[in-house]
Nanobody
Framework: QVQLVESGGGLVQPGGSLRLSCTTS?????????IGWFRQAPGKEREGVSC????????YYADSVKGRFTISRDNAKNTVYLQTNSLKREDTAVYYC????????????????????WGQGTEVTVSS
């Protein structure tokens, strides 16, 4: 069992930035897993935002965040980050971190909203 913990959410003005973090509460190493960031806005389905592979560093971004968000992983700290810049009101959502055993591709993980383990989420509100 992998217990994921997200942090870094909050209230930010349009154009602002937040760095979301995802780590584990136990001793499990994330190095073996694909990691994805997903989000769910009120009244909408959960969608894949960005995913990163476990080995070659391959990444995927949804078109809506491409050029504004950056996913990265620090294996020494057992943490995956999502740097969110130039935030828009439509980025408002609960952001979830998820881990999965290696998929065919990071795009598959994100597009299919597929993962084995999920965190509880961290809320991001973009508002003036």
């Amino acid at each position: 069992q992998v217990q994921l913990v997200e942090s870094g959410g909050g209230l930010v003005q349009p154009g602002g930035s937040l760095r979301l973090s995802c780590t584990t509460s136990g001793v499990t190493s994330l190095i073996y897993y694909y990691i994805g960031w997903f989000r769910q806005a009120p009244g909408k389905e959960r969608e894949g935002v960005s995913c990163i592979s476990n080995s070659d560093g391959g990444t995927y971004y949804a078109d809506s965040v491409k050029g504004r968000f950056t996913i990265s992983r620090d294996n020494a700290k057992n943490t995956v980050y999502l740097q969110t810049n130039s935030l828009k009101r439509e980025d408002t959502a609960v952001y979830y971190c998820a881990a999965g055993t290696p998929f065919t591709s990071v795009q598959a993980m994100c597009s299919n909203v597929a993962a084995d383990y999920w965190g509880q989420g961290t809320e991001v509100t973009v508002s003036s």
